[in-house]
């Protein structure tokens, strides 16, 4: 029995064997308008599978007013797998899990960010750096690169889901960071042929609440398409667009890499 004991915590150690942990209440949730498992599980440290478990929940749905158990992040088994369910998103499962879209894509050697129900993705563990706070920006910027940036945003998204507009603003900052385009947000928006508000002159027109909030996540490092330079109207007829290879869907906008 002292050698199987030995063997069995030897195991344990080098991660071969996981034993299933039941995640402790760190409390209780009144579920509010607007919510969802997923902002619920980003609110706490934790993920939708673990709500769902110790909640006995069979879909994703919750109504305002419901009541919810909250596992303690610090009892969460951290799971080698993640089942991916209908509606998410790399950049969602990203965010359950306090890591980057990029460790992500290539922990499963991934070469878009575009996934289906049903696939599994291997989580990593998260380094003792993604927990901390004060994390840098992007690129560095000023309040009127945020402001011009969330008037783009405005002007291309406005009426898109969230991370349609994170992508839009991700574009650009990628576009900064990318040695084929100019390396500040105004030299890059005001490329000419590049952003039809710029043309239209609907880039003059005040930026949206949410859009500003989507220019400074953007601006701090959000990107759910994982690096895309491109993005365009799902009804585009553009050849040399509909060529590239995509890397996120979100609304009527499509996020694509270069070839």
């Given at each position: 029995?002292?050698?199987?004991?030995?063997?069995?915590?030897?195991?344990?150690?080098?991660?071969?064997?996981?034993?299933?942990?039941?995640?402790?209440?760190?409390?209780?949730?009144?579920?509010?308008?607007?919510?969802?498992?997923?902002?619920?599980?980003?609110?706490?440290?934790?993920?939708?599978?673990?709500?769902?478990?110790?909640?006995?929940?069979?879909?994703?749905?919750?109504?305002?007013?419901?009541?919810?158990?909250?596992?303690?992040?610090?009892?969460t088994a951290q799971p080698r797998g993640y089942v991916v369910m209908p509606g998410d998103t790399l950049y969602q499962i990203a965010l359950q899990f306090h890591i980057s879209t990029q460790t992500l894509i290539a922990a499963n050697n991934l070469s878009q960010t575009i996934i289906y129900p049903g696939q599994v993705l291997k989580v990593p563990a998260r380094t003792?750096?993604?927990?901390?706070?004060?994390?840098?920006?992007?690129?560095?910027y000023t309040k009127e690169d945020l402001d011009l940036l969330a008037r783009l945003i405005t002007a291309e998204s406005r009426g898109e889901p969230e991370?349609?507009?994170?992508?839009?603003?991700?574009?650009?900052?990628?576009?900064?960071k990318s040695p084929k385009?100019?390396?500040?947000?105004?030299?890059?928006?005001?490329?000419?042929?590049?952003?039809?508000?710029?043309?239209s002159g609907r880039i003059n027109n005040p930026a949206l609440p949410d859009c500003i909030e989507a220019a400074k996540k953007a601006l701090n490092g959000a990107d759910p398409t994982g690096g895309a330079l491109y993005f365009f109207d799902n009804k585009t007829g553009n050849r040399f667009l509909r060529s590239l290879p995509v890397a996120l869907k979100q609304g009527n906008l499509i996020f694509a890499y270069p070839k």
């Open positions: 029995m002292k050698i199987l004991h030995r063997l069995l915590c030897s195991l344990l150690m080098l991660g071969i064997i996981c034993l299933p942990v039941t995640p402790a209440h760190a409390g209780i949730y009144t579920v509010q308008p607007g919510d969802s498992l997923f902002s619920i599980s980003v609110k706490y440290g934790t993920t939708i599978h673990n709500l769902m478990k110790v909640n006995q929940l069979d879909s994703t749905l919750i109504k305002p007013g419901q009541q919810l158990k909250v596992p303690d992040k610090n009892t003792s750096t993604a927990s901390r706070g004060g994390a840098r920006p992007a690129i560095p991370l349609g507009k994170i992508s839009v603003g991700a574009v650009v900052i990628n576009r900064v385009y100019p390396n500040t947000i105004k030299e890059v928006i005001y490329q000419p042929g590049q952003f039809g508000p710029v043309r």
